[in-house]
């Protein structure tokens, strides 16, 4: 018999990092299925795109604005704006090494005050531009070498990580690409960075320092607890660090001040399920060509090397025993929680998703096995970044019923 317990039951009581109670919350273990109606807005791009600014590149982000215009960075040098209604507003930026023009754009966010934020690799910063799309300031990243790290791997996994989601204004949070979720102020001309909340990290995927040859060496393991999470209104994190169901959820400060939880329990890692996730990381490798041609031969070969030792290492990968529960959390332009368990083989990233508080309340289950959204915007809007049949992007804007946002 399954025990269902109401959503606010205190289970334990705990003291946080900034000295308040922490709370453990037992949700319901049964789930109560949402009717999860999302209606299509509008869709840009495909191998049949009705105007030229609608052909893509690479789509690597996107993000809405209080109104309901829709911001997405459309590689390898542009901002493109359009309406509720999917009809072009106008472009921002361009290549170069100007203000406000780009090298490498990898990311981008709007703030909840309307800025705009692209985070550029070659140039190490961010980008700010106003609501009209006007440049406003460059912040650059902190760059502070540790002599212990080999200095490119240190440069690339800095820079790699500020996917920066913004957690307030002025601040925005990213994962450090191990186990540490950081903050980085923005608010003045140097982004500076400190450690917000640390993640657990199972045995064997701490980080490791030293040369090149020491940090990439070692075994690969599978089953690892993904670090999964997402900024909540007025500056706390909501993470998932564990194999188990348990969301943490902190206050501005990166103290815990509850641990939602689900008496869903990880299966154990079998033999077909082993298997499967070798063959996913197999596939990854191939998407490591070069398709524009841009990439010295010699660059290619080293690249070809680091591809074969990867496949040697992905054949001899080891396992932890069990399978986590979740796959990925978000927060709505509410601030509910999206919580999405894994899915069945092949289709991880279709599992039930679960819609909670981040008080604790269970508001229930989408189970239409729907891939969790890029972004989500005002009145229930939110995006889908995909392809079609012919590896073109196409963006997806659907609307979500009152109910499930």
Known sequence: MNRTLLPGCLAALLIA??????????????????????VEVYRIGSVDAAAEWQVLGTVPAAGFDEAGNLYFLDAPARVVVVDPG????GEI???????????????????????????????LAFHFFDSEGAFERMVRMEIVPDPNVFPDVYYWGRAEAFGARPEREGAAIFSDGVRKIMRTD???????????????????????????????????????????FDALPGGGVAFSDSSAYAIKVTGPSGGV?????????????????????KDRELAKLGLSRDPSGRVPPDALALVGVFRAARARAIEDMQFFPEVPVLHALRTT??????VQRRGKEPEL???PIDVLTPTGRYLGTIDQRIRMPDEFGPDGLVVFIEKDEFDVPVIVVKRLSPGIR
């Open 93 to 123: 930026g361009r290549p170069g090494e100007g203000p406000g023009e780009f090298g490498n754009p990898r990311q981008l966010d709007v703030l909840p005050g309307g800025q705009i934020v692209v985070t550029d690799m070659t140039r």
């Open 186 to 228: 923005l608010s003045s001309d140097e982004a500076r960075i400190e450690t917000f909340a640390e993640a657990w990290a199972p045995p064997g995927t701490e980080m490791k320092t030293g040369s090149l040859a020491e940090v990439t060496s070692g075994g690969l393991w599978g089953f690892v607890p993904p670090l999964v």
């Open 17 to 38: 990092g900034d000295g308040r109670a922490q709370e453990t919350i037992e949700l319901p273990a049964e789930d109560r299925l949402l009717a999860a109606e999302l």
């Open 333 to 338: 332009w509410e601030g509910n929680l999206w």
């Open 86 to 89: 999917g009809n072009l507003l």
């Open 349 to 351: 990233d279709r599992g």
């Open 257 to 277: 001040l509850k641990t939602l939880r689900r008496p869903i329990d990880p299966e154990p890692g079998s033999n077909r399920a082993r298997q499967a996730e």
